[in-house]
């Protein structure tokens, strides 16, 4: 029987339906075999950058919390030098120390 006879005898709308159904099941089958694993594949790719992004975040919190500890050390040590001058007067070799303030990071190869 091809279509023609098909509508012939059963009308239009039932051939539409039934080729509606057939496309309907035909999806469902499509997105429940073919795209269903890869969304949940790539929801659990998703889920681990998440998880390194926050790991990443909180590390960048710890390092600013650092970086801020040790730079108010550094202006409440020089704040005190400068309150505090130096009374002993007997020799200037600990004067002579190495400048802190221009320490440079080392080069990396």
Known sequence: MNIGEMVGQ??????AVC???YFIFYIWKWVTEDV??????????LIGLIDRVRMLD?????????LDMIL??????LS???IRPNSDNTSDSNTDSA??????????S
């Open 36 to 45: 269903d694993p890869v969304i949940h594949e790539s929801h659990m790719t």
């Open 80 to 82: 005190e030098n400068v």
């Open 19 to 21: 080729g509606l159904g």
């Open 72 to 77: 108010q050390q550094k202006e409440r040590d």
């Open 99 to 108: 400048d802190t303030s221009t320490i440079r990071p080392s080069k990396r």
């Open 58 to 66: 909180n590390d960048l919190i710890r390092l600013r919390a650092k």
């Open 10 to 15: 059963y009308g239009f709308p039932i051939i």
